[in-house]
């Protein structure tokens, strides 16, 4: 269960840094994202994975973590995935108003070498049909 945890963490921080490293801005939201992700799996798993523990103290039982689960981690990978939600949603307008201003959605506002060449052919194109 462990190593399946591990990896888990391990292609989420992969994938969303391999995604963070392109040039557009839904690709770093999604990478941003899914690294948020992989953050609170790994702060999850330092809670101790304890499968059928109780977070709460019960009467009768010795309250230490060898018989209950760490609630403090529950609380903050809870509240991270609510931050993290607002988060991504308030980059999502942010970079949709940035690509209806820039007309691009690249990262450094300038657009694709391949973009421009298909726009500079469409443009010839239509100047020849005018003549």
Known sequence: MT????????????????????ARSFDLILGLTLLSYAVNLFIFSMGRL????????RDGVEPSLLNYADPLPQALVLTAIVIGFAMTALLLV???????LGGTD???????????????????DRSEHRR
């Open 50 to 57: 304890r499968v059928g523990a109780a977070p709460l103290v």
């Open 94 to 100: 942010i970079a949709l108003r940035a690509r209806m």
């Open 106 to 124: 690249h990262v450094d506002g300038l657009p694709d070498e391949d973009e421009s060449i298909q726009r500079s052919a469409a443009r010839d």
């Open 3 to 22: 190593l399946l945890l591990a990896l888990a963490i391990g292609l989420l921080a992969g994938c969303g840094v391999w995604l963070m490293l392109r």
